[in-house]
């Protein structure tokens, strides 16, 4: 069994805190603390296949690509309350499918750069739209490997949150939180 390397900075604390402001005459106040914790954690990442391929089927407004992606190593990503985000992703590679052409292309990466959107659903009124914060694109190498450690935007409130891993160039998503049991 192969052991995942984690970045010191994915095993940093779960929760850390941020000392509040507070005005003369608050001292209640001042020593509150603003607590910034883990809303999601992942290691599992659905790789887009079946009809999630192309634009028929998209989530949140953002469609697949025309060519399925698997993991083939592993994905650690921590999302926090104060959007921040942080992934390790190690193998998004073409799936073995004829629908990748060349077949050359299966088993590796062909995009340079991986950024990563964060789907929530939030309050307008009594409406419930979904809000898409991206990040900043970064280097993703042949292998598939490649690491995401931004601050987003996120909504408030930011309910059901969905973690997208795109190419640095293409609004067409590789992999989203998710899992898709093995066949045997």
């Not at 883990?38 to 469609?63: C, E, H, K, S």
Request: negative net charge.
């Amino acid at each position: 069994m192969r052991r995942l390397m984690v970045p010191i900075a994915l095993l940093s604390t779960l929760l850390y805190s941020v000392p509040s402001s507070a005005k003369d005459g608050e001292h209640a106040r001042a020593h509150e603390e603003i607590r910034v914790r883990v809303m999601l954690a992942f290691q599992t990442l659905y790789g887009v296949d079946g009809p999630f391929i192309g634009d028929a089927n998209p989530i949140r407004g953002i469609p697949g690509d025309e060519a399925p992606w698997e993991i083939a190593r592993g994905v650690i990503g921590k999302l926090f309350t104060d959007g921040h985000l942080l992934l390790h992703v190690r193998g998004l590679v073409f799936k073995d499918s004829p629908l990748v052409q060349p077949p050359s292309l299966i088993g590796t990466n062909d995009a340079s750069e991986f950024r990563a959107i964060v789907s929530c659903l939030t309050e307008q009124g009594d409406a419930t739209p979904f809000v898409n914060a991206m990040s900043g694109n970064f280097p993703a190498d042949e292998k598939g490997n490649s690491d995401i450690d931004d601050h987003l935007d996120l909504p408030n409130p930011c309910v059901a949150p969905i973690v997208f891993i795109l190419p640095g160039d293409e609004f067409k998503w590789f992999a989203v939180t998710g899992f898709e049991a093995e066949e045997d």
